[in-house]
């Protein structure tokens, strides 16, 4: 009986470290970060019989320390705002069950071990880790219960993982790897915006401001219109021949058209209704059409 009530103690356990981890990182989002970073590196690379399996598998581990450190990070420097909002008074710190010295210990830890990774693929990857990590913590987190640029700094680590895979190929920030971070750049407007749309009384109780306008109006809902309008036009700028050796052909252009305007018709419809329905749809919407897209600009490499 004693060995029985040692192993279910030590199974708790257990579950309550790995349950406690993937929520401190948030792995949820960190997983779809790696994708980018995966997406963008198969971009990167000459032809398919160039991947190198083992540079893929630091760039993800790499990938998801990064994201998981600025995630620890952020629940430590918001461990009181989180505890006053339904969807976060859960987390690990906000709620007691970790101290805010075990997620700095964490973070840390992801720290170094994420630009360690990075370093050994090439300098530049491991720069740009260090930077997001840096924006996001030090200067967005601070920030969001200031003014609703945050969201606009916010964009700048959020965009870096496409282009990150880019770097990790390749070595070289150029031209194509800013045309990847320009697509996921204006990607992140309607899809906080809808975010913030649907979860502002959650939000506003932590004194967040997220949306341009700081209200769920009309002036919020036609900014969103508009960034979705510049997302669509930034992914098919690889089809106009100036984006060096990024490149999409018309077919893969077509496909794009229609998933930017299947998310254009969305963030038409938060205008016309600004309900919390239509910008929950809105958000769901633009986490498939990010996957597609990235998709899509993947099997057009490989298959044209």
Known sequence: MKTALIVSTDSFSF?????????????????????SSLAGYILGVYN????????????????????????AFNQVIEKDLDSLMDR??????????????TALI????????????????????????AISIFIYTSVYTPLKTVTPLAVFVG??????????GWVAATGNFGIEAGTLFLIQFFWQFPHFWAIGWFLFDDYEKAGFFLLPSGKKDKSTALQTILYTVWLL????????GFTGSLYISTYAAIALLFLGLWMLFYAVRLYQLRTTKAARTLMLVSVSYITLLQIVYILDKFLR
């Open 15 to 35: 579950k309550s470290i790995y349950t406690d981890f993937k929520a401190i990182t948030k792995a949820g989002l960190a997983v779809s970060v790696v994708f």
């Open 48 to 71: 398919i019989h160039t991947i190198d399996w083992f540079v893929l598998l630091k760039l993800a581990v790499g990938g998801y320390c990064m994201v998981g450190a600025s995630n």
């Open 88 to 101: 976060t008074k859960n987390r690990p710190v906000a709620s007691g069950r970790m101290t805010p010295n």
């Open 106 to 129: 964490i973070a840390s830890l992801l720290t170094v071990l994420g630009i360690v990774l990075l370093y050994t693929i090439n300098a530049k990857s491991a720069m740009f880790g």
């Open 155 to 164: 964009a700048i680590p959020g965009a870096i993982p496409f282009m990150l």
């Open 233 to 240: 036009i930034a992914s098919l700028l690889p089809m106009l």
